[in-house]
């Protein structure tokens, strides 16, 4: 580890199960990102978009309080680019956002550094709302 990728780039990590949460911190900060949070809810998350700038964010589909869409909503709105993990499969969840790139829990720590990455280049038709769903 220890790759800066994006140096300096602040990423939201919006994750409800604390050991997954720590460890998305730790490795994000060993790879030169600056976190905020992690949160654990639908409404920390928007509480945090209100008040931060990101750049990025790593969002887990089903938090405490609910599924995560509203805030997808609002990162799609801003134009910030995310990752969304989930413990169903991820290709369902691709299909269902459009080109949000998803990865599957338990998942490999530089597979989601480089979605994370791949967020930077990947062309994403922001008109595309998210279903109500999410």
Known sequence: MGEVRLPGRRVLVVEDEAATALMIEKTLVESGYTVV??????????SLLENEAIDRAILDLDLADGKVGPVAEVLIKRGIRFVITT????SRIEVSYGQIPAIAKVFDLNELLDKLEDTVDR????????????
Do not use: I, K, M, Q
Request: glycine content about 12%; cysteine-free; overall charge neutral.
């Open 123 to 134: 062309s994403h038709d922001r008109r595309d709302s998210p279903p109500s769903s999410y």
């Open 37 to 46: 949070g992690p949160v654990a809810t639908v409404r920390g998350a928007l």
């Open 87 to 90: 413990g169903h499969e991820p």
